[in-house]
């Protein structure tokens, strides 16, 4: 698995990514460690406290997360 670094200031790409990947089955510490981040980082873009709008810009409904 290649790990891509994800910059302290995460951006709405990779929020994208973020919520794709959670729709793809990876598991949140699975996406966090790619990233290289804190799960809670990861988490924040879940539950939509950070790069709103990035849910719907991954194409990804609620049910797929």
């Known amino acids: ?4 670094k994800m ?15 959670r729709a793809g089955g990876w598991f949140q510490h699975h996406i966090a460690a790619r990233f290289q981040v804190n799960p809670g980082r ?8 950070k790069h709103l709008g990035s849910r719907d810009h991954a ?7």
């Not at 698995?1 to 891509?4: E, G």
């Not at 194409?59 to 997360?65: C, E, F, L, N, P």
């Open 1 to 4: 698995m290649a790990t891509t």
């Open 59 to 65: 194409g990804v409904t609620r049910g797929d997360a």
């Open 7 to 21: 910059p302290k200031s995460r951006s709405f790409e990779d929020a994208v990514e973020v919520w794709k990947l």
């Open 42 to 49: 990861v988490n924040d873009v879940l539950k939509e406290r």
